[in-house]
């Protein structure tokens, strides 16, 4: 085993606030905002139309595509509306609107009573797919895609990320105290579809009692539980592989590519749930903190609960936050509006008091060198910033591998000089995106002629 | 307790990542001029009150054209983070302690002016701007420059009136012993810093402290300075004085201005290259023109012009230098 990955930060983790709270139910939202794209790939299409009642677990926006994922009903109730709604990460986003009729009902044929072993692997496949499952760890890719490798892609191991290298976020962490039972059935579940025998659980060593907890539940499973360095970004897919296995996923490829699958914890549980119980993807747990919330909590929370329903139930804020964040402190993103609802991905809500982020004014870079000590993907940050600021895009692909970027957020963290670096790092992606897009409008075009 | 309402206006927002470590521009380059201070105290105490003045006429004057070109060219004046009063301490401690006051303030300008400002600013200057102040001033006042006057402390004669590094030149090595009284004395001497030479680069022992103090800080890389130094010492010792393998690499790594430059110049960070692989290469580089023009130039001391040369090819080792992609190794 590879003892760790090159670069890295050690940022002050803060999961002090909320590690040593047990998760909580919330009390369900008065409505819920269910946004049709909570997942990368195709957005779902709405199947419920304004005045439908609808129960707990229905679908309510179909996928279409493969790379897509069924979105279901939270609550039971009415749906008020089918309109565009504020949105985590696309600003306005279609949605179903959903009220509360305060009963809570199940849809019919949920839940039920199931044995996983006694299933075959396309049922249990199809079973995930129809839970509208996505990876729970933030970047919601449709978990029955990852299940279904090319053929010529041989899979030989899954790892379970615990790592939970993110600030804050005491989500997984929760979990892993709490519902093992439910992480290694979910575990054991996707090994049998994946029909793979090497499993690994990847947790940082700041949470030994996840250790401990995580070492007794596997024992006997023959699924290896191992402590990792504590250093961002631990959990990051490709460094998690390179520490756990040895493996480097080739630049441009993915962890099929070296014969391995990643699940976070949050999405195992769901793939227990929805397999053993029939319950489909509507609730996760999501860890509420930061400076400007009074109580920080890791709440069990009802897809499409909004922001400020959440935080009220931290007891509000202590402070008028400098920052609101959907997601971890590192990758997330800054939210200018407490209505967006809590999503399949919604690892965590952080309400960040003054001074709580940090922030700087940006300066020139003066090559200190320290972006490129702390990228773990081994690129020059520096070279990608300055050349984003002067829009030379093209260059920052071709010749400083720009799409090699996971934008983890090490070198703007490392930064003196207070550098948005992953913003230009976006920003070159999304032009160089652009720009092909415009030069296929124009060939379209040209070929119509 | 009274609700906390939010206001949305108030939110800030900007791409991730949300934390950032706990350093700044300032901080480093304050930390820089600290880590200089116990060399230039001694140079100020050593060589008395002209070196005062120079050292004080030099970061003053460094500080006021910084704030003179940036009002002018309407930029923020970042005279505060610690940059430009570190420039004129630099320049400062490479020149000799006789130098009329008015030759600091014409380096101070050509290096913030000239060097620093007209290339864009801190972070777009290609070469060191202490190191081009002092070889305008090299090239406008020779004579002012490479003299040095017999030094006086209460009334005795303590220093002859030349750097060892010009004895050498001059007369040999012999001599060099001859001046400070045996090899034993010399050494000695060129360790704490009594011994003549510019304001700041005569005491090794407090400079090299200063740079393990950088070293901790994770402001400097350790390879920059002990293998500039290293190729120094090798490099004198190989092309010694009577053949192959007779040179004194101890005086040679002590003398003149390397223990400040290797440790302080070359570790520049805006004006070296980025990785630790192109830091290499250009310690290497400096430390054998460094002995190059000891040994077979015209001047006694090169490492003033070596770090400059290098700074000129450090964009091109940057380009050959580049970190090898997470995943290219297959």
């Known amino acids: 085993m590879a003892i760790s990955f090159r670069g890295g930060v050690h940022p002050n983790d803060r999961k002090s606030y909320t590690a040593g709270k047990p998760i909580e139910v919330a009390a369900l939202p008065g409505k819920v905002i269910i946004p049709v794209r909570q997942h990368i790939g195709a957005p779902c299409t709405p199947v419920v139309n304004k005045g439908d009642t609808v129960k707990k677990g229905q679908v309510v926006a179909k996928a279409e595509a493969f790379v897509s994922s069924n979105i279901h009903a939270s609550i039971s109730g009415t749906v008020v509306d089918v309109a565009d709604y504020p949105h985590p990460n696309f600003g306005k986003c279609l949605s179903v609107v959903i009220e509360n009729d305060g009963k809570d009902e199940w849809a019919e044929g949920i839940p039920v009573q199931r044995d996983w072993k006694a299933l075959e692997t396309a049922e249990l496949k199809s079973i995930i797919k129809e839970a509208g499952i996505v990876g729970m760890g933030g970047a919601t890719f449709p978990t029955h895609v990852k299940l279904s490798p090319a053929p010529d892609k041989k899979i030989d191991t899954f790892i379970l990320n615990a790592a939970e290298c993110e600030p804050y976020l005491t989500a997984d962490h929760r979990l892993m105290l709490e519902a093992q039972d439910r992480i290694v059935a979910g575990v054991l579940i996707t090994m049998k579809v994946l029909g793979v025998t090497k499993g690994y659980v990847g947790i940082e060593n700041n949470k030994p009692d996840a250790i401990e907890a995580m070492k007794k539940a596997f024992e006997g499973t023959g699924v290896e539980v191992a402590g990792l360095p504590t250093k961002y970004p631990q959990g990051a897919e490709k460094m998690l592989i390179k520490v756990l296995t040895g493996k480097e996923v080739p630049s441009g490829g993915l962890p099929m590519d070296v014969g391995v699958v990643v699940q976070n914890v949050g999405t195992v549980v769901a793939i227990s749930d929805a397999v053993e119980k029939g319950i489909p993807l509507i609730e996760r747990v999501t860890t509420i903190s930061g400076q400007a919330i009074k109580e920080p909590k890791n709440l069990l929370l009802r897809v499409g609960t909004s922001c400020a329903d959440a935080i009220a139930a931290c007891g509000g804020f202590s402070s008028q936050p400098e920052k609101l964040i959907a997601g971890g402190p590192m990758m997330g993103f800054a939210q200018t509006s407490m209505d967006i609802p809590i999503m399949k991905g919604s690892s965590g809500i952080l309400a960040f008091a003054a001074g709580e982020a940090n922030l700087g004014v940006e300066q020139p870079c003066i090559r200190c060198g320290r972006c490129i000590d702390a990228c773990p993907m081994g690129l020059n940050p520096s070279m990608l910033s300055v050349l984003g600021e002067r829009n030379l895009f093209e260059e920052a692909k071709e010749e400083y591998n720009l799409l090699d970027c996971i934008e983890c957020g090490c070198c703007a963290y490392s930064c003196p000089a207070k550098r948005n670096i992953v913003q230009y790092v976006k920003y070159c992606k999304a032009q160089n995106v652009a720009k092909q897009n415009a030069a296929k409008a124009a060939a379209a075009k040209a070929a119509e002629k | ?330």
């Open chain 2, 1 to 330: 307790m009274a609700e906390v309402n939010i206001n949305d206006k108030l939110l800030s927002v900007s791409t991730s990542p949300h934390l950032r470590a706990d350093d700044s521009i300032a901080k480093i380059m304050w930390t820089v001029n600290i880590a200089l201070a116990p060399a230039a105290l001694f140079g100020a105490w050593w060589f008395g009150m002209n070196a005062v003045m120079i050292i004080v006429a030099s970061i003053a004057s460094a500080v006021l054209f910084e704030y003179i070109v940036q009002k002018l060219r309407k930029k923020t004046v970042t005279i505060n983070d610690g940059s430009a009063f570190l420039t004129g301490l630099l320049l400062a401690m490479c020149l000799p302690p006789t130098v009329p006051v008015y030759m600091p303030v014409v380096g101070s300008f050509i290096a913030i002016v000239i060097a620093k400002h007209s290339m864009g600013g801190l972070g777009y200057n290609i070469f060191n701007p202490a190191h081009i102040g002092r070889a305008a001033l090299m090239v406008s006042w020779p004579v002012a420059m490479t003299t040095w006057s017999a030094l006086t402390v209460k009334g005795v004669d303590v220093v002859s009136s030349a750097t060892p590094l010009n004895v050498l030149k001059q007369q040999g090595y012999d001599s060099v012993l001859a001046m400070f009284g045996g090899q034993g004395a010399m050494y000695t001497n060129m360790f704490l810093g009594t011994r003549n030479g510019s304001i700041g680069e005569t005491s090794t022992v407090l400079l090299v402290l200063g740079g393990l103090f950088l070293i901790y800080k994770k402001i400097v890389k350790w390879e920059i300075p002990v293998i500039m130094i290293a190729t120094v010492g090798l490099l004198t010792w190989v092309f010694g004085p009577a053949g192959m393998m007779t040179g004194d690499p101890i005086f040679h790594m002590m003398a003149g201005g390397l223990i400040i430059g290797a440790f302080f110049m070359a570790t520049d960070m805006v004006t070296v290259p980025m990785t630790r692989k192109g830091q290499i290469i250009f310690a290497v580089g400096a430390g054998a023109l460094t002995v190059l023009i000891r040994l077979k130039g015209g001047y006694p001391e090169g490492v003033c012009y070596s770090i400059l040369l290098m700074n000129s090819v450090t964009p091109l080792i940057d380009r050959f230098t580049q970190p090898v992609k997470f995943g290219a190794r297959r």
